[in-house]
Antibody, heavy 118, light 105 residues
């Protein structure tokens, strides 16, 4: 059974940093691209970043470029999102998702909440 | 590509045939998926590539469309289908629609 479990969320002040993790199990992690998708409270879904199966390629939405870094450790079957220079508009539930070949996401974790506030 | 979903809120009775719409600002070339999100839960993939049913999803869910216009149909609405439904395009960039909230009348 595919499982994705995010961790690392919490309350952080504007301008500070936070690192999210996503532990994967139930599939061969190193065979799949992975992504982070976020959802602000009572809002819709927003793609944040994607990484290729081997970590060689990364992609970001414009609003997080230069502030967020997606990475992975295939030996640990873990996905990461380093978030720097956080802003109030980054407040959201962050979901880890497995990416299929055609760039849709077939499995999602339960999410971890990030609140950016002073 | 911007995605516009309609209606934003839909109220229907158990057993009804329900149709949700998703319209793109440009041609999506059938690279469209549908997700179901129940309150407090993560999104669940229902349909990908316009009309391919994800494994384990009941056959009452189906997708269709082409070009800029796509549809998710629930052939016979069940109480457990209460959720918000999002369309998602992966043809040009990656964007989600704003969602249709489906409730039981």
């Amino acid at each position: 059974e595919v499982q994705l479990v995010e961790s690392g969320g919490g309350l952080v002040q504007p301008g500070r940093s936070l690192k999210l993790s996503c532990a994967a199990s139930g599939f061969t992690f190193s065979n799949y691209g992975m992504a982070w998708v976020r959802q602000a409270p009572t809002k819709g879904l927003e793609w944040v970043a994607t990484i290729s199966y081997d970590g060689s390629s990364t992609y970001y939405r414009d609003s997080v470029k230069g502030r967020f870094t997606i990475s992975r450790d295939n030996a640990k079957s873990t996905l990461y999102l380093q978030m720097d220079s956080l802003r109030s508009e980054d407040t959201a539930t962050y979901y880890c998702a497995r990416r299929q070949r055609y760039w849709y996401f077939d499995f999602w974790g339960p999410g971890t909440m990030v609140t950016v506030s002073s | 590509i911007q995605l516009t979903q309609s209606p934003s809120l839909l109220s229907a009775s158990v057993g009804d045939r329900v149709t949700l719409s998703c319209k793109g600002s440009q041609n999506i070339n059938n690279y469209l998926a549908w997700y179901q999100q129940k309150l407090g839960e993560a999104p669940k993939l229902l349909i990908y590539n316009t009309n391919s049913l994800q494994t384990g999803i009941p056959s009452r869910f189906s997708g269709s469309g082409s070009g800029t216009d796509y549809t998710l149909t629930i052939s016979s609405l069940q109480p457990e289908d209460v959720a918000t439904y999002f369309c998602y395009q992966y043809n040009n960039g990656l964007t989600f629609g704003s969602g249709t909230k489906l409730e039981i009348k």
